[in-house]
Structure formats: C-alpha cells, structure tokens
C-alpha cells in the first residue's frame, strides 16, 4: 500500500512539474528594461491542447510571463526593431523559470575587415608550425612573411601540444583498431594524429609595446550581437592563453594594436579588434577556428559590424574560402 501511494505521489509531482511559468525581463545592454519587445515561446513538446507557439510583448518593466505545459524545453525567439535579436534554446529546472535577458541597441553598424575561419582543421587557422611564434595581420587576415602575405603584426601567436599518452577510443579500442587494414601499417605518429588525445594551447601576445589584449570574457552567446559595441578604452594585458578547456566556451577578446606614442610614451593612436569564438575550436593538428574584426580607422572603438559592409575579401586562394557566410554575425 506504501508503494502505491509512494507511486501516486511521484505520478502527481511530475503532473505539476509540466505546467512552468516563464517568467523573463527583456533589458537593454546598460540595463533599462525593453518595453514593447515581441517574445516568441516555441514548445517543443507541448501537452495536449497547448498551442506550440505564442506571442507575448514585454511591459514597461520590460517583464514578460505565460504558464506553459511543456513535457520537454523550450525555444525562445525575441525581437525589436532597434535592437539585435535573441535567440534560446532552455531545458527549465523547475516550475518557475526566470531569466533576464539582454537585447543590445544597434547604436554603430559600421563597416569592418571580418573574417571566419571554420573549425576545422582544413579550414581553421592553420599554424605553420609547432611551438613558434608567428606573427598575425588582423586587417589582411594572414600570418605575415614568410608564412603569409600579412603586413602590419597586430598580435604574435603560438600553438603547443603535447600528446598525453591516451586514445580518444580507449586503449583496448585502439589495439583493436592497430590490427585493421586500414591503420596495421600506419607509423605511431600517424595514429597519433588520427586518436590521440592531446594537450593544446595556444598562446597570445600583443605584438606592440603598448598593445594589448583584454581578459578573456563570457559573451551574450544567445544574441546577434555577442559582445559589448566597442573594446575597452582600459583594461588591457600582454598575453592571453587558450586550451582545450576553452573549445566550445562562446567568448570573446578585444586587442589594441598598431599603437603609436608621443615622447613621454602615451597613446596617441590604436587601432582596435575583436575574436570570438562560435564557439572556439581548437584542432590538434594545429589549427584554430574563430572570427577576427578589425577596425580600420585609428582610435575608433567601435567594434559593431554591418554584416552587410564587411571589408575584407576572400579570394579562390583563401583557405576558408568556400565557407566564408559573408554576412558574418555582428
């Protein structure tokens, strides 16, 4: 008799747990709530007689909330003219769901040299070599000579792995593997390079005395735009270092480059760029897969880009050049 009304309980909980109140605050990028944006819930496995998809606009406190009956996540979708959309998938924890969201102004577009390098390793980043520093031109969007056709250095990178001993498939999987056809007469290296599992990290400088690289920072992944308008004017530090723990993280980086100073050593002139991730992606056959943006124009911060104006050309020779999607995101 205990079990079944133990039973009973558990069938009841979970009954409650279908019906959610969502409940989210739509605010701008300095924090003043978003009046009048369209919020879009799409259920992805609504219960019987829910509409899978409504519509709800935020009040003057930029709140918005609806009870749904959801026996899975949920997809949200949120716009308004003005600002950049939002987008996001959420799986809620419990019966009342709150999230503030941040839904950035267009306050700039402008026009910038942008360029995407897919994550992997024939169309990433690819490094020339092992554990040297090469330097890097972000406005050209190549290493520079001998290894590219780069002019200016904006920043100088390094790609170090090392392999740790141990098989993606596992140690018995691999000796398995060894004996196949396909891999018996394949060198150590070799197989190495097919299911090893590696150590990666690539390392990060400012090129100029006075340049500089932010910290690292989490970005609004689920937005158009996924990082604040305009780099730091403070803030910066000479180096900055990647791993394999930062593949799949959406962050971001500013740079401050091409500094020019007056006799007593202060800035008179910079130019200023972004990386971000799509997430980052890191290959161990040393390559790197991201977005750079580079602002021509000396001493401007502004780093929105008009995916419509993007600068920089791709040509048959680029090694990214038939996945180039140029309308990068902003």
């Known amino acids: 008799m205990r079990f079944i009304l133990l039973l009973i309980g558990l069938s009841a909980n979970l009954l409650l747990a279908d019906d959610i109140q969502v409940s989210m605050r739509i605010i701008d990028e300095k924090g003043q709530p978003v009046e009048k944006a369209k ?12 509409k899978v998809s409504r519509d709800i606009l935020t009040n003057f406190r930029g709140l918005v909330s609806n009870l749904v009956r959801t026996e899975a996540g949920f997809h949200v979708f949120i716009k308004k003219e003005g600002y950049y959309d939002s987008e996001l998938l959420d799986q809620p924890g419990d019966k009342n769901y709150f999230r503030e969201i941040v839904l950035p102004r267009k ?3 402008t026009a910038l040299y942008a360029k995407f390098y897919p994550g992997w390793k024939d169309e990433g980043l690819k490094f020339p070599r092992f554990d040297e520093w090469f330097n890097y031109d972000l406005k050209i969007g190549d290493w520079l000579p001998p290894e590219g056709k780069g002019e200016t250095a904006d920043i100088r990178m390094k790609f170090n792995r090392e392999f740790k ?14 004996q196949l056809p396909e891999y018996i007469q394949k060198s150590e290296e070799e197989m190495r390079e097919i299911w090893g599992v590696w150590n990666m990290r690539i390392e ?15 970005f609004l992944s689920y937005s158009q735009l996924k990082m604040p308008h305009e780099a730091p004017e403070f803030g910066y530090q000479k180096n900055c270092t990647l791993t394999e723990a930062d593949n799949n993280q959406e962050k971001g980086l500013f740079i401050r480059s091409r500094v020019v100073t007056d006799n007593n050593g202060r800035i008179v002139s910079a130019h200023y760029s972004k990386i971000t991730g799509v997430p980052f992606t890191i290959i161990h056959a040393g390559a790197w897969g991201f977005i750079h943006y580079f602002n021509p124009t000396p001493n401007d911060r502004n780093l929105e880009f008009d995916s419509k104006k993007n600068l920089y050309q791709p040509t048959p020779k680029d090694p990214a050049y038939s996945s180039q999607p140029y309308q990068l995101p902003p």
């Open 39 to 50: 919020v879009n819930i799409y259920l992805a496995f609504p219960k019987a007689q829910e």
């Open 107 to 109: 306050i700039n577009p």
């Open 165 to 178: 001993g141990e098989w993606f498939i596992g140690e018995q999987k691999y000796q398995e593997y060894r």
């Open 204 to 218: 990060i400088q400012a090129a100029d005395k006075k340049g500089g690289i932010s910290k690292m920072i989490p």
